[in-house]
């Protein structure tokens, strides 16, 4: 699945830690979701719209993630 | 395993303390029987259970530090028990076929010394499932 996490991270200026400490979860976490690495789980994900104000399907979209990665999930 | 604010000493760190508590405690009362071949049988009985309770405060503590871990830690902690249970059920198969097979020194292949293995094989699946995700 791919993800727009990292640009619309930027553009609030915030860090991997910053969206881990809203969220309640790990940076390890935020960062893997980012490089594609690992899928959230769907309450993660609408956290995650939530946080950065747009609906879910703005943010995720179907497909492999931009370096291959999460291949297997 | 957590992910939440450090406080005075994080869940981690109390899941690793009581591990290696548990592992001195054994090793101790392992010596200690060794040392003492004298004792009657039920003070040794007694001695063989004394690690048993600091090792269910570990479980305890380590299944509740997955149960509160965010979902990737939750998830990492699956796989490596996933890479860790197959490789101890046949560890432990396989010694049992071979000790059918041939006669296996007990000084090399006893319960004593084939529990370190697990440990091992845990590590060997949490270093595994950590290099996936990060």
Known sequence: MRNRLKVLRAERDWSQADVADKLGVSRQTINAIETGKYDPSLPLAFSLAGLFGHPLESIFTPGPAADGANAGQ | MSSKPARFMSEDAVIITLGVSWLVLYLGVR????????????????????????FALFLWKFVK????????????????????????????????????????????????????????FYLVGLWIARKRYT
Not at chain 2, 32 to 46: I, K, S, T
Not at chain 2, 72 to 88: D, M, S, T
């Open chain 2, 65 to 120: 530090g997955i149960r509160t871990a965010d979902e990737l830690e939750r998830r990492i902690q699956l796989e490596a028990l996933a890479v860790a249970f197959p490789l101890g059920l046949l560890l432990l198969t396989t010694l049992g076929l071979v000790q059918r097979a041939v006669e296996l020194n007990f000084q090399d292949w006893s319960y004593n010394h084939v529990w370190p293995y697990f440990w091992f």
């Open chain 2, 31 to 54: 010596f200690f029987l060794e040392a003492n071949p004298g004792l009657e049988h039920g003070v040794r009985l007694g001695l063989a259970f004394v690690p048993t309770p600091v």
